[in-house]
Nanobody, 118 residues
């Protein structure tokens, strides 16, 4: 049972990136997905929460969504990126609820680095 985030990289201010999160050993279709980030010296913070009841969660510049076909894949579309968005981004998953409290997450993936240059 494993989660893995990918798709990070270096992008200029105002650019976009799409992160992917793939599950191995289980399906994400009925799980609530959290996307998080952690910058050096800062605490991990939530950037998007996708309830198991929804196929998409739109929030400002970040949109989380599920793959229409692959039930073990979710995405985080990030637009109009700013230097303050620079961080390691993580995906997580939980069963049995719709919220994304950090302590309620059952599974965590290794992060992917996003760097936004000014």
């Amino acid at each position: 049972v494993q989660l893995q985030a990918s798709g990070g990289g270096l992008v200029q201010t105002g650019g976009s990136l799409r992160l992917s999160c793939v599950a191995s050993g289980f399906t994400l279709g009925y799980m609530t997905i959290g996307w998080w980030r952690q910058a050096p010296g800062k605490e991990r913070e939530g950037v998007s929460c996708l309830s198991y009841t929804d196929s998409e969660s739109v929030g400002g510049r970040f949109t989380a969504s599920r793959d229409n076909n692959a039930k073990n894949m979710v995405y985080l579309q990030m637009d109009s990126l700013k230097p303050d968005d620079t961080a390691v981004y993580y995906c997580s998953a939980r069963t049995g609820g719709t919220g994304c409290n950090l302590d309620d997450m059952d599974y965590w993936g290794k992060g992917t680095q996003v760097t936004v240059s000014s």
